[in-house]
Structure formats: structure tokens, C-alpha cells
Antibody
């Protein structure tokens, strides 16, 4: 199970930290992703972090404005978003990278949360 | 960045009929393509991975074919619970992990 939290309404230029609490699988064995869905639009990848947390990648649209991190002892994923813009308004999902017992960057995501809504508005 | 183009944008299908969804990649992704079903307010659901393998618990009426740049998701004997938006995703060339723009399946 994956449960996102931390969303809300925030003014442009402000920051927000999202969390994704997980259970039911070996969190430290999987890379973890953040995806988002802007209102009325499709799914978009945001960022990924390796199992150990040593490697991260982020989308060009948010590069330099976000930090993805994880606490394997708490089975929790985080997304720190800074200097938020109106175009960052979206439903943000966390998902694990892998299928069943197979985990890799080169894999789809078989388990997702239901998302937390971030609204950037003055 | 690999661009995925899905067609059609919307598909209206009667229960029991077949739905055929297409996904075209701007360059080869081999077989590293997945299909998801997404309903409003729910988590996206992985249906197909590696172009043609069904994910755990996915009914046999969902099938995927293709490789390289052309892929198809077929829903045989559409059921009322199959409405939603379907996305293809490539995981061959990353970052980024990219999605198509989605096909909305409506029950006629």
C-alpha cells in the first residue's frame, strides 16, 4: 500500500513537501517514482530515486526546484518542491519501480498510491 | 526524449465488443512498453508490461501486442467496469519515463 500526503493550496514561489508512506513490501528493495497529473491532462513522470537513495533523476520541468529523498528505515518517500509555479498544480502520485519481485529503473510501476492534490494559486 | 502517440483519443464501445487501442513511439523502445488503466480518484492500474505480459490479476480479455514503435492493447469482450483512460508508457530510454496522452474508453 502507498499513501501520499502533504498536498494542499500554496502560493506561487512557496514550497511544499510531499510524503508517501508505504507498507506491505520491502521498500528498500525498489526504486521509487513520483508522477503527476495536471487537471484535465495525462500522466507525467516527475522524479525517481534508487533503492539506496544514491541516484536520483528529475524531469526537466522541475529540475533544480525539487529534491526526492527516502527513509528506508521508515519505508517512506519524500518530494520537496520549491519555487512552485501555477503549472505545478496537479495530482501527485508515488509508485514503486518494478513488478513483483523484480525492481529496476528499466521497468514499469505495478503499485501506485491514489495521489495527493497540489494547487499552486495566489 | 521518446514521444508516445496514442490513438484514438476517445473510443465508445458497446459491452461485449472489442476495443483496440494504439500506441506509437517516436523511436524504438523494443518491448519495454506498459499499459495502464486509470479511473478518476483511483490509483493507476498496471495491465500489461513488456508489451504483451499481463500483470498479476489482470483478466485474460486484456492483451498487448507489438514491438519497436507500434503497439496495440486489445480489450476483448468489453465489460462495463473497463471504462477509464488508458495510457501507454515506455521504460526503455530514461530519463524521462514517458507516457502517451491517453485514450478514453467510454461504454456505449
Amino acid at each position: 500500500q502507498l499513501v501520499e500526503s502533504g498536498g494542499g493550496v500554496v502560493q506561487p514561489g512557496k514550497s511544499l513537501r510531499l510524503s508517501c508512506e508505504t507498507s506491505g513490501f520491502a521498500f528498500s528493495d525498489y526504486p521509487m517514482h513520483w508522477f503527476r497529473q495536471p487537471p484535465g491532462k495525462g500522466l507525467e513522470w516527475v522524479a525517481v530515486i534508487s533503492k539506496e537513495g544514491s541516484t536520483t533523476y528529475s524531469s526537466d520541468s522541475m529540475k533544480g526546484r525539487l529534491t526526492i529523498s527516502r527513509d528506508n528505515s521508515q519505508s517512506t518517500l519524500f518530494l520537496q518542491m520549491d519555487r512552485l509555479r501555477a503549472e505545478d498544480t496537479a495530482l501527485y502520485f508515488c509508485a514503486r519501480g518494478g513488478i513483483g519481485g523484480y525492481s529496476s529503473f528499466e521497468s514499469p510501476s505495478d503499485h501506485w498510491g491514489q495521489g495527493t492534490l497540489v494547487t499552486v494559486s495566489s | 526524449e521518446i514521444v508516445l502517440t496514442q490513438s484514438p483519443a476517445t473510443l465508445s464501445v458497446s459491452p461485449g465488443q472489442r476495443a483496440t487501442l494504439s500506441c506509437r513511439a517516436s523511436q524504438s523502445v523494443g518491448s519495454s512498453l506498459a499499459w495502464y488503466q486509470h479511473k478518476l480518484g483511483q490509483a493507476p492500474r498496471l495491465l500489461i508490461f513488456d508489451a504483451s505480459a499481463r500483470a498479476t490479476g489482470i483478466p485474460a480479455r486484456f492483451s498487448g501486442t507489438g514491438s519497436g514503435t507500434e503497439f496495440t492493447l486489445t480489450i476483448s469482450g468489453l465489460q462495463s467496469e473497463d471504462f477509464g483512460v488508458y495510457y501507454c508508457q515506455q521504460y526503455k530510454n530514461w530519463p524521462p519515463w514517458t507516457f502517451g496522452q491517453g485514450t478514453k474508453v467510454e461504454i456505449k
